[in-house]
């Protein structure tokens, strides 16, 4: 996901396109003290209703402070994250997707993108690439969010049963169906170009 922002920022920038690119959750000095929250502590007594309110309190602030301002400015923003990540984790986790978006109209102010991709491919190619053992390990009960993020302990993510990350799958690839704004799936396997390459040409159908 990383590299394929890396590349679109690089295409942008050959087109000579003023572009601003966004952390979530953070990307304010706000939004990131909610996000220390999210990432340095343990939340396994966190309530999900109260993880998925500092995650939408997040990006009003991000929308506030960056997106609507880059956006009257005519620039593209590029998100590595947004409201569709909630739905598929925090409904992983029991939270109703449905709900994850009605909270969010609210908390960004009906501030949908334009286009969400979702890169998908099999657990186990995710699993390699991130360089996880596919082996099935006890899960930590209650474990939170924490689990979105590259910027965890690893033995965290791999706490999580695969079944829970078979879900996540799961809603991202329904995503299209609920989601108030367009979402493309786009196939995740291959080389970085190949999947660069999807990516462009799924922003081109969608600008048709």
Not at 163 to 180: K, M, Q, T
Request: charged share 25%; with cysteine.
């Amino acid at each position: 996901k990383g590299a394929q922002l890396d590349l679109l920022e690089q295409a942008l920038d050959a087109a000579k396109t003023a572009h601003v690119r966004t952390r979530d959750p953070g990307g304010t000095p706000i939004g990131d003290r909610i996000r220390h929250v999210l990432l340095d502590y343990d939340l396994s007594e966190m309530d999900i209703h109260c993880e998925t309110f500092l995650f939408m309190a997040s990006r009003a602030q991000l929308c506030r402070d960056v997106i609507r301002p880059a956006l009257d400015d005519n620039q593209v923003v590029l998100g590595d994250r947004f409201v569709s990540a909630t739905c598929a984790y925090q409904g992983a986790a029991g939270y109703d997707p449905a709900r994850v978006i009605e909270v969010a109209k609210y908390a960004i102010d009906d501030m949908w993108p334009d286009l969400t991709i979702v890169l998908d491919m099999p657990i186990e190619e995710a699993y390699k690439r991130t360089g996880r053992d596919t082996a099935s390990k006890k899960p930590r009960t209650g474990q939170g969010q924490t689990l979105l993020f590259h910027d965890v302990q690893t033995d965290a993510m791999e706490s999580r049963p695969k079944s829970f990350h078979e879900r996540v799958r799961e809603l991202f690839l329904v995503l299209p169906e609920i989601y108030p704004s367009p979402v493309v799936i786009v196939d995740g396997t291959g080389s970085v170009e190949v999947v660069h390459q999807r990516i462009l040409e799924a922003i081109r159908d969608a600008a048709l």
